[in-house]
C-alpha cells in the first residue's frame, strides 16, 4: 500500500501530470468556447431584423421581374433556377446570407404577388 500511495504522489505530483492536466484542459475549454460560438453564429445568421427582411422581399421582388422579362421562353423551375442566382448575387452585393429554402420561399412569395398583382380573393371559387 505504501508502495502505491508513493507512486500516486510522484505521479500526481510531477510537473509531466500538472502539464498534461492543464494541456487537457485547455483544449477542452477551447473545443467548449468555438462551438458555443459556432452555434450562436448559426442562430444570429437565421435570424433576419425586419430591415434585411424587408431588403430580401425587395431583391426577390427585383429577381422575379428580371426573370419574368429575360427568360419568358423558359418553364417554370428554370426560370425559379435563374431567380435565384440573380438574388443570390444581388444578396451577396449586400452581404445578406440566407439558406436557399428561405431564399426559395421569398421567391415564390414574390411570385405569387407578382401573377395575382397583390389580389386575394374574396371568396373560393366552387
Given at each position: ?7 500516486a504522489?510522484?505521479?500526481l505530483?510531477s510537473?509531466?501530470?500538472t502539464a ?5 484542459f485547455t483544449?477542452?475549454?477551447t473545443a467548449?468556447v468555438?462551438?458555443?460560438g459556432?452555434?450562436v ?10 430591415r434585411?427582411?424587408?431588403?430580401l ?18 418553364d417554370g ?5 435563374k ?7 444581388l444578396l451577396?452585393s449586400?452581404?445578406?446570407r440566407?439558406t436557399?429554402?428561405q431564399l426559395r420561399a421569398v421567391?415564390?412569395?414574390?411570385v405569387?404577388?407578382?401573377t ?7 371568396e373560393?371559387?366552387?
Amino acid at each position: 500500500m505504501d508502495i502505491l500511495i508513493g507512486w500516486a504522489r510522484d505521479t500526481l505530483g510531477s510537473p509531466e501530470f500538472t502539464a498534461l492536466i492543464i494541456a487537457t484542459f485547455t483544449t477542452a475549454v477551447t473545443a467548449l468556447v468555438g462551438w458555443v460560438g459556432l452555434v450562436v453564429r448559426r442562430n444570429i445568421l437565421r435570424q433576419l431584423d425586419e430591415r434585411e427582411l424587408a431588403l430580401l422581399r425587395q431583391i426577390a421582388s427585383i429577381a422575379v421581374t428580371y426573370v419574368e422579362q429575360t427568360y419568358r421562353d423558359l418553364d417554370g423551375p428554370a426560370r425559379l433556377a435563374k431567380a435565384q442566382e440573380a438574388a443570390d448575387a444581388l444578396l451577396a452585393s449586400y452581404g445578406l446570407r440566407v439558406t436557399s429554402e428561405q431564399l426559395r420561399a421569398v421567391i415564390e412569395a414574390a411570385v405569387y404577388t407578382e401573377t395575382t398583382k397583390g389580389l386575394v380573393p374574396l371568396e373560393l371559387a366552387p
